[in-house]
């Protein structure tokens, strides 16, 4: 998998969401360049690891990124959340503290879980891939940027991040709405052997702030932010904003290899 590093500090990897690359992070990696090495992930079929071996499924990709770092604070955007809960599931040495930003361990609607969204929505956009490829990419898109203070500019940002390191393949992409549709890591919270921060978009329509305080009651030791003005790509309307809060998680967490 394709990773770029930079900064200096503690290290802190980033893991972004569906039909995205590693680039999206920008705006964050720039308000975080003098406080922590970040190491940016390019998921399995995305951007420039679009010709690794590794599948984009969430044992392996947690598996290949454990091997690769070194013990870290790991972030995890919207589908990249769930491969960071896996990892952390898998090796918790390799974590000081997990982020999962307007990301949840469970993404749709269920009995015992109201708070997601509905089977059909995602079922939707795998059909539609296959009839129409972009046009279900911008409507993914747009329902990312609804409700945030400037939508239009999401929308133009997050479109032309989709195809600034290639176009991801059809195929790969309904690999990532089955994680999103299928995955559940609820059972993983209780265990959780590190803090984690749950950040979330109080206008994030697809992954509900009350979903994200559900989950976080599930573990030990979880704080909650909740961003009042911002949706689901919070780095990039408010990179500020997450900077400061992800520094004051960091802050708190223990330096020192585990035991």
């Known amino acids: 998998m394709h990773m770029e590093t930079s900064g200096t500090g503690p290290d802190l990897v980033l893991l972004h969401g569906w ?21 940016v992930v390019d998921l399995p079929g995305h951007g420039h690891s679009c010709d690794t071996e590794v599948p984009l499924a969430l044992a392996p990709v947690a598996d290949a990124l454990a091997a690769r770092l070194p013990r870290a604070l790991w972030l995890g955007w919207s589908l990249g959340g769930l491969f ?5 599931r898998r090796h918790p040495r390799q974590f000081r503290g997990v982020v999962m930003l307007a990301s949840s361990p469970r993404f749709v609607r269920d009995d015992d879980w109201p708070h997601g969204m509905s089977a059909e929505i995602f079922q939707g956009f795998a059909q539609g891939l296959r009839h129409d490829y972009r046009g279900t990419l911008d409507r993914f898109i747009a329902l990312e940027a609804f409700g945030s203070d400037d939508a239009r500019g999401d929308i133009r940002a997050l479109r032309d991040e989709v195809f600034a390191r290639g176009e991801p393949a059809a195929e790969v992409l309904a690999d990532g709405l089955g994680l999103l549709e299928r995955g559940d890591l609820r059972a993983v919270l209780p265990g ?5 921060l749950w950040l979330a978009g109080r206008r994030d329509r697809l ?14 030791d979880a704080h909650v932010h909740v961003l009042a003005n911002a949706g689901h790509a919070p ?4 990179p500020d904003a997450v900077a400061d809060v992800v520094r004051t998680f960091a802050a708190g967490l223990d330096v020192q290899d585990p035991p």
Do not use: I, K, N, Q
């Not at 039909?19 to 190491?39: E, K, Q, S």
């Not at 992954?207 to 573990?219: F, I, K, N, Q, W």
């Not at 780095?235 to 408010?238: E, P, R």
């Open 19 to 39: 039909a995205m690359h590693g680039g999206v992070f920008a705006p964050l990696v720039d308000a975080l360049r003098a406080d922590f090495t970040m190491h």
């Open 84 to 88: 960071a809960l896996e990892a952390a």
């Open 192 to 196: 959780l052997r590190m803090p984690s």
């Open 207 to 220: 992954v509900s702030p009350r979903a994200m305080e559900a989950a976080a009651a599930l573990a030990a």
């Open 235 to 238: 780095f990039l309307t408010h």
